[in-house]
């Protein structure tokens, strides 16, 4: 009986470690590379989130990409975290095929591309005093990437 226990545990804890791996890391290289490609004169600040619809190969305006990111959860951090850190993507203009040349190893398999363009810990614990529930939204934002099956996420740290 401790047997089939265990195995079972052992089971989900990989199940578990295999949702969470679907965030892929980026590293600043290759996140300038990408937002480049996009928008080259436009400035990016962070934590950003930008939200790319694969089929239409255009990225979601910040209402429609607020719309998306408030839905997949009633956590009552998230409105605010959808409003402040989803930046407006007026100035991007890119194809399914440009993307995948300023960055061959973006999937572009799934309805949606999310970056998440989020804060190194060592800057969201200094940033604690001016927004305490910073390092709360960044584990939020985290785990909902990391469990959505009709996006391929990207986080930058």
Do not use: C
Not at 43 to 61: C, N, V
Not at 63 to 92: D, G, H, I, V
């Amino acid at each position: 009986m401790r047997i089939i226990f265990l195995s079972l545990l052992i089971f989900m804890s990989i199940n578990v470690s295999a949702n969470t791996s679907q965030l892929i890391t980026l590293g600043q290289h290759d996140k300038l590379m990408m937002l480049d490609s996009v928008s080259e004169k436009q400035k990016h600040k962070f934590p950003a989130l930008y939200i790319y619809d694969t089929k239409q190969q255009q990225f979601l305006s910040k209402q429609n990409a607020t719309a998306y990111l408030q839905a997949l959860s009633e956590n009552p951090l998230l409105p605010k975290l959808a409003t402040q850190w989803t930046k407006s993507t007026e100035q991007f203009s890119t194809s399914n095929e440009s993307l995948a040349k300023s960055l061959p190893m973006l999937k572009l398999d799934r309805a949606y591309l999310i970056l998440y363009d989020n804060l190194p810990a060592p800057m969201l614990a200094q940033f604690k005093s001016m927004d305490p529930e910073l390092q709360d939204k960044d584990s939020l934002l985290k785990t909902i990437l990391s469990q959505l099956d009709n996006a391929r996420s990207y986080v930058t740290y």
